[in-house]
């Protein structure tokens, strides 16, 4: 897939693009038969191979799986109503990587709108990031390789741990109990 979305807002990086395990699905596009021959709204495949250590092997390290199969979780128990992690269940179990723009490309209007249908809570660390558009410059400078890049999917797993971590939660409802949010 192609994401228009980059959750670091900017990397330094010398070409205009990188390849990441992430599917960040603000500002996405993929091809129509990745979608209806692959994608599974069920995870059915999750729930068969979770225990495996063929699963195991998708991650970079344990703290990246132990997030990931906990979201996957959330989304088998129907705790979160969700469509992307399946998304990304499909394009990791599949060993398929997203095109990521160097430099965030997209501004999400409606994150923590009241009528949103999943992201009526606003996410602060998303809104940083997600409120600045960047553009993208051309001629594009293309990577010279097909190459997952390794440290910029750690460091997005290290920020989607602490930005979804219990401690972040209770000062975000803490700050909006006192009305400063």
Do not use: C
Not at 76 to 84: A, F, G, H, Q, V
Not at 88 to 99: A, E, G, P, Q, Y
């Amino acid at each position: 897939m192609i994401s228009g979305y980059n959750y670091h807002g900017i990397t330094v990086i010398k070409n205009s693009y990188y390849f990441s395990m992430y599917s960040n699905i603000w500002g996405w596009a993929t091809w129509k038969d990745r979608w209806n021959n692959f994608y599974d709204s069920e995870m059915v495949k999750y729930q068969e191979i979770k225990n495996q250590k063929s699963f195991s092997n998708i991650f970079i390290n344990s703290d990246q799986e132990k997030f990931i199969s906990k979201e996957f979780d959330k989304v088998l128990d129907k705790s979160i109503n969700t469509w992307d992690y399946q998304w990304t269940f499909t394009n990791l179990i599949n060993k398929r990587l997203s095109i990521v723009p160097k430099n965030n490309l997209v501004k999400n209007i409606g994150l923590g709108h009241v009528n949103a249908t999943h992201t009526k809570r606003k996410f602060k660390a998303l809104l940083k990031t997600l409120n600045i558009r960047y553009f993208i410059k051309f001629p594009l400078k293309h990577p010279s390789v097909l190459r997952q890049n390794v440290l910029l999917d750690i460091k997005e797993n290290r920020k989607k741990i602490i930005d979804n971590s219990k401690l972040s939660k209770f000062v975000y409802l803490f700050k909006k109990l006192l009305k400063l949010n």
